[in-house]
């Protein structure tokens, strides 16, 4: 029997509801704020993620799906999604006004990882990308955003860990500091470290390993060697944090696995589940725009795995809320039409619902209303049809009422 590739899911069943209810969330929380959907292809010329990501980051080294298609082209099915999504901007010519421009995506990513939980080769992202802004507040807003979108969904221990690293006027400074304190402990690094020291010594700060970790202890930081203007920049972005009760914490060693960010680099952990862990990532690329051909344009932008997100999510909430939360029941043959009309009535008039269509005994809908976490049950049997009402059966208390037919629709809309 045939298997899906390993690291590729089909999503399905209660998983696909969190994405769906994830989805939802996303495009109403960001709607709000005047972002606007952008969908670009999964391939992408290879040089695109080469120039942007980075030569010397994992992603571009070891992680691509890369391939000649039929035509000769070398491409790559895209890993992340920052680097498309300026890639169309420039193309599209979206970058020429003064005017900010904010874009959300949803899509597939394809990293070619190791598999732990809730990490796959193809995974999930959500992202939110704004163009033409350069200053703290627009970065308070877009962080302001992705608060209220994940609190929205019931996340409730979130702590945003951020860092600055500079500019690359301001990033010499650091690297001559960095390569004098790794010399004087250089026997302690692996040798990852030793090759990350020549080609990006921000990677060391990164390194998993755990004697490299612990060798760090007291190593320079960004933060101490920035140019006055991204050290005002970082106070004034920690200040506003500050106003707006976002729970934040400096991480000197943040640096993040992609080449392109400037300034502010942030994570947000959650500890809903106990152990602290990433949900996802983000920072300011002033410089991207410009390296792959377009004008000079700020950007800050992050984007979140929705496959962790919904993991975490089923965890702490159960399964995610039912999209059509009442079920109506007919009894018996005459109503099994009326609830037809009524059904139709209520879809016209917007009401989400369910329509039992099996016919057969009223135990058994009831053991899949309670099965589908149904809210509210409508039963229409020919008592009911003769009084012109409906029961109406609450699923969470067993509180049972009767409603005139003719208000069931302006009830539910109302609920
Ligand atoms: P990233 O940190 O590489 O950043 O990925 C962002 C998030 O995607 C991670 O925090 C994680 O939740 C999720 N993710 C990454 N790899 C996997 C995987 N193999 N399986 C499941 N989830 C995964 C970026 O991709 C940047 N483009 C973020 C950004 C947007 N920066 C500025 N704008």
């Not at 010519?93 to 990293?111: E, T």
């Not at 250089?186 to 080609?199: G, N």
Request: aromatic share 8%.
């Amino acid at each position: 029997m045939a298997q899906s590739v390993k690291g590729m899911r089909d999503l399905l069943g209660a998983e696909l509801r969190w994405f769906q209810h994830i989805e939802e969330t996303a495009r109403r929380v960001f709607g709000r704020h005047g972002y606007g959907e952008i969908r670009t292809p999964i391939l992408e010329e290879l040089e695109v993620f080469k120039r942007s990501v980075g030569e010397s980051s994992d992603i571009v080294n070891k992680e691509m799906y890369e391939f000649t298609d039929k035509g000769g082209r070398q491409v790559v099915m895209r890993p992340e999604n920052t680097a498309g999504v300026v890639r169309a901007a420039i193309q599209h010519k979206l970058l020429l006004s003064n005017d900010p421009q904010l874009f959300y995506y949803i899509g597939q990513q394809f990293r070619f990882e190791r598999m732990q939980a809730g990490r796959y080769r193809q995974f999930w992202q959500i992202g939110a990308e704004s163009f033409g802004v350069a200053t703290p507040e627009s970065e308070a807003e877009s962080l302001l955003m992705l608060h209220g979108f994940l609190t929205e969904l019931g996340l409730k221990h979130l702590v945003f860990s951020i860092n600055s690293v500079g500019t690359p006027a301001s990033r010499p400074a650091f690297h001559a500091a960095f390569r004098t304190f790794f010399s004087a402990r250089s026997e302690q690094f692996c040798e990852d470290c030793h090759r990350r020291l020549e080609s990006n010594p921000l990677r060391v700060l990164d390194c998993k390993n755990e004697t490299c970790q612990r060798a760090l202890a007291g190593h320079p930081t960004l933060t101490d060697h920035l140019d006055e203007a991204s050290a005002r920049h970082h106070a004034r972005l920690k200040a506003l944090l500050t106003e707006l009760s976002i729970p934040f914490e400096e991480n000197p060693r943040l640096v993040r696995g992609l080449d392109y960010y400037t300034r502010t680099a942030f994570e947000v952990l959650s500890t809903d589940l106990g152990a602290q862990s990433a949900l996802l990532g983000g920072g300011r690329y002033d410089g991207l725009v410009k390296l792959l051909g377009g004008p000079e344009v700020p950007a800050f932008g992050w984007a979140i795995g929705l496959d962790r997100l919904a993991m975490v999510l089923q965890q702490i909430r159960g399964d995610a809320p039912c999209t059509t939360p009442v079920l109506l029941i007919p009894l018996g043959d005459r109503a099994a039409t009326a609830a037809l009309k009524l059904a139709r009535t209520l879809w016209d008039a917007g009401v989400a619902l369910q329509l039992e269509t099996r016919g057969g005994a009223l135990k058994k809908a009831m053991a899949s209303a309670n099965r589908m976490g149904i809210q509210t049950v409508l039963i229409l049997g020919d008592g009911e049809l003769d009084g012109d009402i409906i029961t109406v059966k609450h699923m969470a208390t067993g509180a049972q009422e009767s409603w005139p037919l003719g208000e069931v629709a302006m009830r539910l809309v109302a609920h």
